[in-house]
């Protein structure tokens, strides 16, 4: 569990907010009797941070967590009663990341050691979302053993991949807790999280630059990359591209004798109002933002040139023990 926790801690530090993000969770850790730290879920032998805390929004919990359930939230095929927060709101400008962990085999992934989900079932979703128009690219994570093998069946455009260990291949853990007698996170995760501490919100960290801190012996497996479906190149592709939440901005000239000022002008904001998802107070912010906000420049003279930052907004799904992250942003 702490590592769908601690993707989905670090999603939300790098600006996503909980609105944007589905947390699916199979949630038998945090108060099984097994547990000497009730209620706290670590993601490191020294317990520094309680990932489980008083700041998680978990969607899915328990029975809840399903093949069934991560299907709908993946192709929006939901009943007319469910309530916005379980649902995946995500269009053609989307930009989703999909993190998925858990025990899993050649070309399948255990849901709550009950059920399955196999590379099957995964690609034929991601077609549906394709031909729905649910997303513009998709960057899709497995951590699991052969985890390789879960995207090997992908076929639809737009999609850049990854997995912790080939086909034959064990997922090993990075560290055990001795006081609970258990892993507390695996070794491929740990790793990807060690990179993602040094990404801030307007990093310019590639996915090349991802892919080349993989390394086999400290991970203890050959992580693979898939990337014949991604229609761009890696070093081109910044991390936040699919994590970060950060607002498009124009810097414009001061038509007055005042300092100049920071706009957003009216097809950004439409274009940020469109790409989150569509909630009221959302909207309402985005409208605020069209009044002018003062500068920290004193001249009053300058040439400003436009600045562009990736658009706000993402979605995520998280699983526990089956885990998964989608997350929505717009270029």
């Given amino acids: 569990m702490s590592n769908a926790l601690s993707m989905y801690r670090t999603i939300k530090r790098l600006g996503i907010p909980d609105s944007n993000i589905i947390l699916m969770l199979a949630d ?95 690609a034929d979703a991601f077609e549906q979302m394709w031909r729905g128009k649910r997303y513009n690219e998709i960057f899709f994570m497995a951590d699991t053993c052969q985890a390789n093998s879960m995207y090997s069946k992908l076929y639809s455009p737009n999609i850049l991949a990854t997995g912790s260990s080939l086909v034959g291949q064990n997922s090993y853990s990075y560290a055990n807790d001795q006081d609970i007698g258990v892993a507390v996170i695996d070794s491929f995760t740990h790793y990807v999280l060690e990179f993602m501490e040094g990404v801030g919100k307007t990093g310019k960290q590639s996915m090349k ?32 591209d699919f994590f970060g939440g950060v607002a498009r901005v124009d810097v414009v000239d001061s038509e007055s004798e005042e300092s100049p000022s920071l706009s957003l002008e009216e097809d950004q904001v439409e274009t940020v109002e469109r790409n989150t998802t569509q909630d009221d107070s959302r909207t309402s912010t985005s409208r605020k933002h069209e009044n002018r906000l003062p500068s920290t420049s004193t001249t009053g003279r300058e040439d400003w040139k436009a600045r562009a930052a990736r658009t706000w907004g993402a979605v995520g799904v998280v699983l526990g023990l089956v885990g998964a992250v989608v997350v929505r942003s717009t270029s």
Avoid at 66 to 89: D, Y
Avoid at 209 to 234: A, H, M, Q, Y
């Fill in 28 to 122: 038998d850790v945090s108060c099984n009797p097994r547990n000497k730290f009730p209620a706290s879920v670590y993601g490191d032998a020294g317990r520094k941070l309680d990932l489980y805390g008083d700041n998680i929004e978990v969607d899915y919990r328990g029975y809840e967590v399903t093949v069934e359930n991560f299907i709908r939230v993946l192709t929006g095929r939901h009943p007319p009663s469910l309530p916005r927060s379980k649902r995946l709101l995500t269009d053609a400008n989307s930009n989703i990341f999909i993190y998925m962990t858990g025990h899993g085999g050649n070309e399948l992934l255990k849901f709550q050691d009950n059920e399955e989900i196999s590379a099957f079932d995964v």
């Fill in 209 to 240: 630059d991802l892919f080349d801190t993989f390394d086999p012996i400290k991970i203890n497996s050959t992580p693979g990359v898939r990337s014949d479906l991604f229609s761009r190149p890696l070093e081109e592709t910044l991390i936040t």
